[in-house]
Protein backbone atom coordinates (compact mmCIF):
# COMPACT_ATOMS: atom_id res chain seq x y z
CA UNK A 1 0.00 0.00 0.00
CA UNK A 2 1.14 3.74 -1.32
CA UNK A 3 0.07 6.50 0.59
CA UNK A 4 0.62 10.24 -1.60
CA UNK A 5 -0.28 13.06 0.41
CA UNK A 6 -0.32 16.91 -1.54
CA UNK A 7 0.16 20.43 0.21
CA UNK A 8 0.37 23.78 -0.99
CA UNK A 9 -1.90 24.81 -2.66
CA UNK A 10 -4.16 27.92 -2.40
CA UNK A 11 -5.06 31.60 -3.85
CA UNK A 12 -2.73 33.79 -5.17
CA UNK A 13 -2.53 36.85 -7.76
CA UNK A 14 -1.19 36.60 -11.58
CA UNK A 15 2.22 36.56 -11.29
CA UNK A 16 2.34 35.00 -8.30
CA UNK A 17 4.28 32.12 -7.22
CA UNK A 18 3.18 28.92 -5.14
CA UNK A 19 5.11 25.19 -3.84
CA UNK A 20 3.50 22.93 -4.22
CA UNK A 21 4.93 19.97 -1.94
CA UNK A 22 4.38 15.54 -2.11
CA UNK A 23 5.11 13.04 0.15
CA UNK A 24 4.68 9.36 -0.55
CA UNK A 25 4.56 6.91 1.60
CA UNK A 26 4.64 2.69 2.36
CA UNK A 27 6.22 0.27 0.00
CA UNK A 28 7.64 2.05 -2.61
CA UNK A 29 10.72 0.72 -5.23
CA UNK A 30 13.63 2.74 -4.98
CA UNK A 31 13.40 3.16 -8.49
CA UNK A 32 10.43 5.37 -9.06
CA UNK A 33 8.96 8.34 -11.24
CA UNK A 34 7.08 10.78 -9.40
CA UNK A 35 5.01 14.06 -11.01
CA UNK A 36 2.44 16.48 -11.09
CA UNK A 37 -0.95 16.42 -12.98
CA UNK A 38 -3.43 19.17 -12.98
CA UNK A 39 -7.03 18.88 -13.71
CA UNK A 40 -8.61 22.00 -14.18
CA UNK A 41 -13.26 22.58 -14.59
CA UNK A 42 -14.45 20.40 -17.23
CA UNK A 43 -11.20 19.58 -18.40
CA UNK A 44 -8.84 15.87 -18.48
CA UNK A 45 -6.39 15.16 -16.12
CA UNK A 46 -2.96 16.61 -18.10
CA UNK A 47 0.74 16.20 -17.11
CA UNK A 48 2.60 19.15 -15.93
CA UNK A 49 5.98 17.73 -14.91
CA UNK A 50 8.09 14.64 -13.53
CA UNK A 51 11.15 13.61 -12.48
CA UNK A 52 13.20 10.50 -12.44
CA UNK A 53 13.84 8.50 -9.07
CA UNK A 54 17.42 10.14 -8.78
CA UNK A 55 16.37 13.68 -10.16
CA UNK A 56 18.52 13.49 -13.21
CA UNK A 57 15.47 13.69 -15.69
CA UNK A 58 12.69 15.73 -15.90
CA UNK A 59 9.96 16.68 -18.48
CA UNK A 60 7.55 19.68 -18.58
CA UNK A 61 4.10 20.34 -20.45
CA UNK A 62 4.60 23.45 -22.90
CA UNK A 63 2.69 25.52 -21.24
CA UNK A 64 4.94 25.52 -17.69
CA UNK A 65 7.70 25.40 -19.02
CA UNK A 66 10.32 27.98 -18.19
CA UNK A 67 7.61 29.23 -14.92
CA UNK A 68 7.63 25.67 -13.52
CA UNK A 69 10.35 23.84 -11.70
CA UNK A 70 10.12 19.61 -10.24
CA UNK A 71 12.52 19.11 -7.81
CA UNK A 72 12.96 15.81 -5.26
CA UNK A 73 13.43 16.76 -2.01
CA UNK A 74 16.59 15.27 0.28
CA UNK A 75 13.82 12.85 2.37
CA UNK A 76 12.92 9.76 0.58
CA UNK A 77 10.18 9.97 -1.94
CA UNK A 78 9.15 13.71 -2.00
CA UNK A 79 8.72 15.72 -4.58
CA UNK A 80 8.06 19.48 -5.03
CA UNK A 81 6.70 21.46 -7.66
CA UNK A 82 7.73 25.71 -7.95
CA UNK A 83 5.10 27.80 -9.56
CA UNK A 84 6.27 30.93 -10.78
CA UNK A 85 4.48 33.57 -13.14
CA UNK A 86 1.55 32.07 -12.40
CA UNK A 87 -1.24 32.67 -14.44
CA UNK A 88 -5.36 32.56 -14.68
CA UNK A 89 -4.94 29.30 -16.63
CA UNK A 90 -3.02 27.77 -14.18
CA UNK A 91 -6.13 27.20 -11.92
CA UNK A 92 -6.47 23.70 -11.03
CA UNK A 93 -6.71 20.46 -9.10
CA UNK A 94 -3.28 19.60 -8.95
CA UNK A 95 -2.49 15.89 -8.29
CA UNK A 96 0.85 14.20 -7.15
CA UNK A 97 1.43 10.76 -9.13
CA UNK A 98 4.32 8.10 -8.23
CA UNK A 99 4.48 4.99 -10.34
CA UNK A 100 6.45 2.20 -8.32
CA UNK A 101 5.96 -1.83 -9.15
CA UNK A 102 3.94 -1.17 -11.82
CA UNK A 103 1.41 0.89 -10.29
CA UNK A 104 -0.05 4.20 -10.41
CA UNK A 105 -0.81 5.62 -7.07
CA UNK A 106 -2.03 9.88 -6.95
CA UNK A 107 -2.43 11.70 -3.68
CA UNK A 108 -6.15 13.80 -2.69
CA UNK A 109 -5.25 16.62 -4.81
CA UNK A 110 -4.77 20.15 -3.62
CA UNK A 111 -6.81 23.19 -4.90
CA UNK A 112 -4.81 25.92 -7.05
CA UNK A 113 -6.51 29.10 -7.57
CA UNK A 114 -5.14 32.09 -9.53
CA UNK A 115 -6.73 35.31 -9.43
CA UNK A 116 -6.52 37.62 -12.60
Known amino acids: QVHVVESGGGLVQAGGSLRLSCAAS????????MGWYRQAPGKQRELVAV????????NYADSVKGRFTISRGNAKNTVYLQMNSLKPEDTAVYYC?????????WGQGTQVTVSS
Open 97 to 105: NTITYGRNY
Open 26 to 33: GTISGINV
Open 51 to 58: ISSLGGNT
